[in-house]
């Protein structure tokens, strides 16, 4: 008898690092929940290889209330792995004194609460003591590693966001998941540039392959894709 898949949700797959996951997961004969705001983004999914083990749907993390709904529709799934891909940047440049207070809000919103929102909802469905529930982080969210300056709105959304995890980690710790917060590495997508050394394809198989050791081990980290512990 041929053995069950395990599931992977994966919140925010339409491009770049999310949708390098989904296709990594695939081919690892993992069964991928990946979701999308828009069209564009199934159209990417649906040409991936193994599509006949992909389920699309249409989340936009922004609007709690279209997480609650995805949640009642998955109600019934065992999701081995959680991880929120979820990211927006400012004007690199721009200093925390010159940033509107709606720019503000935005990134902080999207890149700190709305992913935990989505790891609040779901992680009832993450088993212990297997079950792994991780977002995307950056190094750049590292306070310890701060010794360059520059980006500091998106700075602060990846430290609140590395902050939240971990507390979310130790307030759920006797469930015995593993939580981590991951830098994918500097990767060459619309985010990153095109000066970045990093294709998606290293970056997706590195993180893949430090998931799976991972697994198991509990407690929270910060790692990056060479699975190589990242100072908080």
């Known amino acids: 008898m041929a053995e069950t898949p395990r599931t992977a949700l994966i919140v925010g797959a339409s491009r770049g690092l999310g949708l390098g996951l989904v296709r990594e997961h695939l081919a690892r004969g993992w069964r991928v929940i990946a979701t999308v705001r828009g069209e564009a983004g199934r159209q990417a999914l649906a040409a991936l290889p193994d599509a006949d083990r992909l389920v699309v749907e249409t989340l936009d993390i922004g609007h709690p209330e279209q997480i609650t709904a995805l949640r009642e529709r998955l109600a019934t799934e065992r999701l081995s792995l959680l ?10 440049s721009a200093t925390v004194g010159e940033v509107t207070t709606d720019e503000f809000v935005r990134v902080m919103a999207t890149n700190a609460l709305a992913p935990l929102r989505v790891i609040e909802r779901f992680e009832s469905l993450v ?3 297997d079950g792994v529930i991780a977002a995307m982080s950056s190094i750049l969210g590292s306070v310890g590693g701060n010794d360059s300056g520059g980006y500091e709105v998106y700075r602060a959304s990846k430290a609140a966001l590395n902050t939240l995890l ?3 980690a130790v307030r759920t710790r006797n469930r015995k998941r593993t939580v981590l917060a991951v830098h994918p590495g500097w990767v060459r997508t619309d985010m990153g540039g095109a000066q970045a050394p990093l294709d998606v394809e290293t970056s997706v198989r590195g993180m893949a392959d430090t998931l799976e050791k991972r697994r198991g081990s509990g407690g929270v980290a910060f790692v990056d894709y060479r699975n190589e512990t990242m100072p908080w």
């Open 83 to 92: 991880f929120v891909n979820a990211g927006v940047a400012n004007e690199a």
């Open 166 to 168: 971990r507390s979310f």
């Open 127 to 129: 088993p212990e003591p």
